[in-house]
Structures are given as C-alpha cells and as structure tokens.
DNA sequence: TGACTGAATTATGAATTCATAATTACGTTT
DNA sequence: AAACGTAATTATGAATTCATAATTCAGTCA
C-alpha cells in the first residue's frame, strides 16, 4: 500500500491564502488599503483564526505587510521594488528558457506556438485582455515546461508581485509592437531547441517589460494615495 | 512629528518564525521529524495560536510540511529539490556577483579580501568549521552588497533550505581545494570590478558545489529513515 | 474656534475552548 | 496467536473568549 497517494482536501486556511491572495494580485484589494480581519471573516464566512493564519502567509510572501497592533494592509509596490524584482524576474525566465528547450517535448512547444498565435490575433485585433491572458499562458507554459518545481515557485511569487491589473494599462503602442517582436523571436528560437538563445531573448524581454513600466509609471505619476 | 520611527517590538509569532525556522535549518529538528505543537508550546512558553500560525510561515517558506489532521513535519531535502534548487541558487548567485561588483564600495570589497584571508587562514588549519563560516559570511556579503532586498530575500529562502549543517562533513579534500582557487578566482573578478566574469564565476562555483554534493550523496547514500 | 485631555469604542494579539479527525489500545473472533 | 473491528485517547482545525493596544469622540480650556 505505499503506492497510496494522500487525498487533498484543502484545508480552510490554504483556501483562504489563495483567496486572499488572488485578490491582491487582481487588484481587488487595492494597495495600501487596510485589511480588516472583522469584514473579511464574514465576507468569507470564517473565524478569525484562519483568516489571520492565512494573512500571516500573505506577509511572509510579500503581499501584505503586518503591523503590530494595527491590522494589516495591502503591500505597496513601490518603484525601489519593481526596480528590485526585475533582474530577479528576468534571471529565472532566463533559465525557465533554458530548461524549458531541454525538457520540452514536441507537443508541448507546438502547444505554445497556439498560444502564440493566439496572441498575435489578438494584438491585431487590439484586444488587451486577450492579449493579456496568451501572453500570460505562454511564459506560464515556458516556466512549467523548465519542470524545476523551486524555480516556479519562486518565479510565481514574484511575478503576483509585479502583475496588477492596471499596469496593463500602460502598455504603449509603440511597446506592444516590440514586445510582439520580441515573443517571435522568442519562438523562433525554441523551435530551433536554443536554450541559450532563448534565455537570453526572455531575459531581455523581461528587462524591456521593466523599462517599459518604469517609464509609464514617470511620465503617468501613479498617485499612490494616503498610508 | 512625521519623523517618529515605529518603535520595532517584534511580535510573538514573528519571533517564533525565526526560533522555529532556526531550528530546522541548523538541524537541531531533523528532516521528516514531527513537530507537535503541545511540546513546542511548552518548550517556548507561549500557547497554539501564535505557534500555529508561525508553522503556517514556515510551511509557505517550504521548512516544514503541513498534513492535513496530521500537523507539522520538518521537509525534507529530496534530491529531486536539490537538483532543482542550485541551478536557481546559482543563478541568483550569478546577478548578486554582477550587482555587487556594481554597487559595492571599495571599503566593502576590501571587507571581502579580509574574509577572504580569513577563509584560506581556516581552509590551511584544515578548520571546517571556520571555514564554513568565512565561506557563508563572503557569500553573504556579496549577496548585500548586491544591495537588492528582492535578491536577498529569496537567495536567503533557497540558501536555508540547502544549507543543512550534515552537508559539510561532505566536503572532500579535493573539492575543499578546487573551492579555494574558484574562490581566489572571484576576488580577482571582484577587484577587478569585472561583473559579468564575477557573476560567471559565482554560478559556476555553485554548480560545482552542487556536483560535489550530488555526488557525495550517492556514494553516502543518506540513509534518510522513516517517514 | 481650535487644540488638548481622557474616557468610550473598536480592533487586534494571544489564550482558551470546542468539535472532529487520527491514532492507539483493547477485546473479540477465528 | 494473529488479525480485524471497535472504543478510548490524543492531537489537530477552527471558533470563541479575553486582555490590551489603537482609535474615535466628546468635553474642556485657552
């Protein structure tokens, strides 16, 4: 009977954790809004005690910050930290590049290239939202396709950081061609199985993502209001 | 008043966090070993609620596994997680090289070439354990002298998992001196404020450490009891 | 009228309690 | 004596309660 695999039945505090946290990442609970325990609880029909298990999860991944005796709120991400996470970001979809020419097998790059093309119709139709979730569905299936547990993990905290709806918004015209440019080469590439080519072409992608949002972010001011 | 800096008293469950976590990665709780919160809670003095949700942290940060009804186990270190963990670690390791050849003040290089000097003073006294510590304290360094909080916070996470105290009566004569002139190799790199080659230098000075330790695991053979 | 003091209210950190799943101990049956 | 089934015990997930720190608000005085 070693073969037995445990039956996962999700316990509430997990549930609540990708609840919460997915809340965070779409924007929902906005950043640097109070998270009150009371309101959430019988919002989700809970006790306290899981719910604050779960929000001390979210703190320790970075979403929310803790305040002794004061509750917590939804984390800011200030620019020091976008200016942090990138290289961070770029350097694993760097090597989810690399991984990913080795592991992949045919089916899974032809699987891609769906989605790339879906991608490509959208960015001619202009549909952002579209756009948006193929664009998401192909460095998802790159990463996945590195089969590096750690790297994913460690990719998808970050990137929930860094992924909040409204900086979709910033996406220029001018950067919505290039970054088309960029994911053909990006194909191009994994077709060919050029690991290196291809982690070098997703690094620099991610880099020209960030100037690309550091430079909306300057000319738009996000205003950031009150703490 | 807007200068008033929070006056820090750590809460209860953060404290247990670090305690806990402590605990693990210096070995003291071995992997696969149960962690019953009635003995922790008398040992530390406090009652469940702050204990559990520390364990919930610990968990999220991957030191310990949750089991549904079944409490709290120390991870353990599967060889699939370490085969998994150095290629990111190393990578990591490659940006904080190219970082801090970038942002570290020649004060904080000359810091290093002390440690650096300390660190051979301990690998010709065949003193493991000053070495060890000169080693991490060097590594440490260069990771803040990176001076990339994102970088920083997750290197730590992957380097606690990693570092358990048994892996360095593993290290053989011949990789202890092969690690030596590796790390001679960086500090010139770092003198040289030469990023690219540090960063170089430092992912592939992870990835022999990783060989080494793979290949130390399957002539031990880890016995690894229970579960 | 506006700023300060202090009581009342609210929200949070932590302890305790409760319900239930898991484990252990025991007795029965073959 | 071994194996199964059932009851007792234990440990855990979650709710509730309690103590205290923050916040709000009313009242006072300049």
Redesign the interface.
């Known amino acids: 009977m070693t073969l037995t695999q445990?039956i996962k039945?999700p316990?509430l505090?997990e549930e609540l954790?990708d609840r919460l946290r997915n809340l965070v990442v779409d924007d929902t609970l906005k950043p640097g809004e109070k998270v009150p325990e009371k309101e959430l609880c019988e919002a989700f029909g809970v006790s306290r005690?899981p719910l604050?298990?779960?929000l001390?999860?979210l703190?320790?991944?970075g979403f929310v910050v803790?305040?002794?005796n004061r509750g917590a709120r939804v984390a800011r991400v200030t620019r020091q930290?976008l200016e942090?996470?990138f290289?961070?970001i770029s350097?694993?979809e760097?090597?989810a590049g690399e991984?990913a020419c080795a592991h992949l097998e045919d089916a899974g790059i032809a699987d891609i290239e769906a989605r790339h093309r879906d991608m490509v119709q959208a960015y001619h139709a202009r549909d952002r939202q579209a756009y948006f979730q193929a664009n998401q569905d192909i460095h998802q299936a790159l990463i996945r396709g590195a089969q590096?547990?750690?790297?994913e993990?460690?990719h998808k905290l970050?990137a929930g950081r860094v992924r909040r709806a409204r900086f979709m918004v910033n996406l220029s015209d001018e950067r919505w061609a290039e970054a088309i440019d960029e994911h053909e080469r990006m194909m191009a590439k994994l077709r060919a199985r050029d690991a290196d080519g291809l982690g070098q072409l997703m690094k620099l992608h991610m880099m020209n993502k960030f100037a690309a949002h550091i430079k909306a972010i300057d000319a738009g001011g996000d205003a950031e209001p009150e703490g």
């Open positions: 445990a039945r316990t505090h954790v005690t604050r298990e779960a001390k999860v703190a320790s991944e803790l305040q002794a930290e942090d996470t290289p961070v350097r694993l760097q090597l991984l590096n547990e750690i790297l993990s460690h970050l």
